[in-house]
């Protein structure tokens, strides 16, 4: 499975999260990851909820929308965003 997969009913992100980064930014592939750096520590969700704040603006969809379907605790993750309005133009190529 690559790091980012387009289905008909949104695009499903395998994830490789840096929490405490000094800023919030896709950084790129990262071992068939997407490698996301995140400013909010990995204490008590604070960074799963940083994740989703951000990918909710890049993609432009709510935040209740993305569904965290693996890795609540691990930097690793599995998300699913529903029919993005946007794609952010890092990821572009990637599609």
């Not at 592939?29 to 603006?57: F, Q, R």
């Amino acid at each position: 499975m690559s790091a980012i997969e387009q289905t008909a009913e949104g695009l499903r992100l395998r994830i490789f999260l840096q929490p405490k980064a000094s800023r919030d930014k896709i950084i790129g592939i990262h071992d068939d990851e997407l490698k996301i750096a995140i400013t909010a520590p990995p204490v008590d969700g604070a960074a799963n909820a940083h994740l989703l704040k951000y990918l909710s603006k890049a993609f432009k969809v709510p935040k209740s929308a993305i569904i965290l379907e693996k890795g609540e605790l691990n930097r690793h993750k599995q998300l699913f965003i529903p029919e993005p309005k946007l794609i952010p133009e890092e990821l572009q190529p990637l599609l």
